[in-house]
């Protein structure tokens, strides 16, 4: 009797110890693989020192490229198994090649990571300059990963079911409606980042301003779905990339690039002390550096107007209305345009104005219009303070007073006064 089971299960023996032996050969040849070939190749690409052969070669690739190999030699060996059924083999085949579909799309994906990385690494080792005018390829290999692998389910759903690739395709073509509806963030996403990169509207590093986000810091990634920025107290602002076509946004990269940044800022001086300039006080001023060619001038202009206002009114000439005089605020004035101009940390290549602007309640505002030399923030932050700490410091010496609300101690000390 167990002879006669032992004939009579001889071929299905046959057949689970050659599948057996089928599994055992693609297992040694991925181990082969891993343990002999890897190294060598390691040493190809080191040797090559080449962009391409680090790319195509990259560990990641090698080791997904290894688990497809077991996968063709099942493929190509399970039709020889003895006595296995047809329909097992097909079965079997299927699965091998569905799974070899997938193992390809990503040893593909693999090499895109390897782009990806290689281009991160030559911003990284570059200059700020090459960091800053880097473009961001994230989004592009994102989209081609997503494409990749929906192409190999596509392939590895035909071989699950023994059809060709067409008659899914036909199938999602159907399905088109929804499919549309799926990916419409991503269709968006894609779109504002091709347009973003084409037309050089953002970079990495770029420093840029989207206060309905609260965004306000270094665009740190550029991804398919999402730019990344990191804000001035190191928190991350996440923002979907359509966005930054269909709604509006500062960028900063310009003043980076021009070399300078913008001091805007007023003097807000005290109306009541603003007079005209006597003679001894016009003298003084002449005798200070930055002021002595203006004032030079002026005097002489002044006594010229002076002289034909004599020769023309007589004695009416007299009168201080009919006079030309010096200000202190216009003196003043000359003098910050004058000290601005001779500091190092001025551009000097750039727009440069000191002027007066509309009175208000709260005094006569001084505006100061001018750039650095610099665009690093501490930088900039010092040379505009150091400015204006002279100019605060230097203003008793024009008359001039600081305009400045009374406070409640200037109140309590004016009615402590009245009471005496």
Not at 28 to 39: C, E, G, K, Q, Y
Not at 243 to 253: D, F, P, Q
Not at 293 to 298: G, P, Q
């Amino acid at each position: 009797m167990s002879l006669t089971f032992l004939a009579q299960a001889e071929p299905w023996l046959q057949a689970i110890a050659g599948l057996a032996l089928l599994l055992a050969l693609a297992t040694v040849i991925r181990l082969l693989a891993l343990w002999l070939f890897m190294p060598v190749v390691r040493r190809v690409r080191v040797r090559a020192q080449s962009r391409l052969t680090d790319v195509v070669l990259h560990d990641e690739v090698l080791r997904r490229l290894a688990r497809i190999l077991p996968l063709i030699v099942v493929r190509a060996g399970v039709d020889k198994v003895p006595h296995l059924d047809g329909t097992v083999a097909t079965v079997v085949g299927n699965v091998a090649v569905a799974f070899m579909a997938i193992q390809v799309a990503r040893a593909l994906t693999a090499m895109l990571d390897a782009v990806l990385l290689l281009q991160q690494a030559k911003g990284q080792d570059g200059s700020q300059a090459a960091i800053q005018k880097a473009r961001s390829i994230k989004s592009y290999v994102q989209l081609a990963k997503l494409v990749l692998m929906m192409a190999g389910a596509i392939v590895a759903v035909a071989s699950l079911l023994d059809r060709s690739p067409m008659i899914v395709l036909s199938g999602l073509g159907a399905m088109s409606a929804m499919l549309m509806l799926v990916f419409k963030d991503t269709i968006l996403s894609f779109t504002a980042g091709v347009l973003l990169s084409s037309n050089d509207m953002l970079r990495l590093g770029d420093w840029i301003e989207m206060p309905q986000v609260g965004a306000d810091g270094d665009v740190v990634d550029i991804a398919l779905h999402t730019v990344k920025v990191q804000n001035w107290d190191k928190t991350i602002t996440t923002i979907p990339t359509w966005r930054l076509m269909s709604e509006s946004y500062k960028n900063w990269r310009g003043m980076s690039e021009s070399g300078g940044r913008r001091i805007k800022r007023t003097l807000r001086l005290d109306a009541s002390s603003v007079r005209f300039l006597d003679e001894k006080e016009m003298t003084y001023f002449s005798r200070i550096g930055l002021l002595q060619s203006y004032m030079d001038a002026k005097m002489v202009a002044v006594r010229e107007a002076n002289a034909q206002a004599r020769a023309e009114l007589g004695d009416r000439a007299e009168l201080l209305a009919n006079q030309r005089r010096l200000t202190n605020i216009g003196t003043f004035r000359a003098y910050v345009e004058a000290y601005l101009r001779a500091n190092p940390g001025v551009h000097q290549g750039m727009t440069l104005m000191v002027r007066s602007l509309e009175p208000t309640p709260e005094g006569v505002p001084l505006e100061l219009y001018c750039f650095t030399a610099t665009t690093a923030w501490v930088a900039y932050e010092s040379v505009q303070g150091d400015i204006f700490d002279h100019l605060l410091a230097i203003l008793p010496e024009f008359g001039l007073r600081l305009y400045q609300s009374p406070s409640g101690n200037d109140l309590r000390v004016s009615l402590a006064r009245r009471v005496e």
